[in-house]
Structure formats: C-alpha cells, structure tokens
C-alpha cells in the first residue's frame, strides 16, 4: 500500500449560526518538499512585508477583523490599523495559496437548526 495524498482537515462553524464546516488542504507525498518550501518562502515574504513572525499560528478569525495582533510591529496600534494589515496578510496568503502548483483544496459546509449536544453529535456526522 503506499499513500497517494496527503490531507490536513479542520472544522469550523458555529453553533450559534447552525453552521457546520469542514475545510482541508491536500498534498501529493512525493510533492511535499516543494510545497513546504512555498510556505516558507510565504511565512518569510509576511515577516519581511509585515513582521508576522513564523511561529505566529495565523488564525484568520483573529486577526482578519483585527482582534488580534498577528504583527510584532509596535507602532499598530489602532484597530483599524491592525484590521487592515490582517487583510492584507490574509489577501497575500489567498493569494499564494490559490497560485500553488502544489497544495489543492476543499470544504463542505452544512446548516442546521440543532443545538446543544445535537448540534455536535450533527457536527461529527457531517
């Protein structure tokens, strides 16, 4: 048997919208220095253009809307200064991701009305 892709998944969602959502990122094996190596030219091209350090996990909900300081540039400081340099970090990595020769991907999304328990045990169905 040998493997013929490589898969990250993640779920999303909210329970408060009936939201249920399932994103992925795949990658052929023999393909994974070439895709590593796109990251990492990615992650120094943020550090470089916006001081976004490589350690710096990129959560989009917390930095897209400025909640969070993803940069380690001290004079940000208004939210809307933070909002906007989120944007743009997540227009750049859009942007190279969706050019990628290497990495292809997918979600699946559903909507519920369930709530609670129900809402999760639904989550894990989906």
């Excluded at 989009?60 to 208004?78: D, I, K, Y």
Aim: net charge positive.
């Amino acid at each position: 048997m040998s493997i013929s892709r490589m898969i990250y998944m993640d779920d999303s969602g909210s329970e408060a919208s009936g939201t249920i959502v399932y994103g992925w990122i795949e990658c052929a094996p023999n393909r994974w220095r070439y895709g590593l190596r796109e990251l990492l030219e990615l992650r120094k091209q943020l550090y470089r253009d916006y001081q976004v350090p490589p350690s710096k996990e990129l959560h989009a909900t917390e930095f897209l809307n400025g909640r969070a300081r993803v940069s380690t540039n001290a004079s940000l400081q208004s939210s809307a200064q933070l909002k906007k340099l989120g944007q743009e970090v997540g227009e750049d990595c859009l942007r190279v991701l969706a050019s990628s020769s290497e990495f292809k991907f997918g979600s699946v999304y559903r909507s519920t009305a369930l709530r609670g328990r129900d809402y999760y045990e639904e989550k894990g169905r989906v």
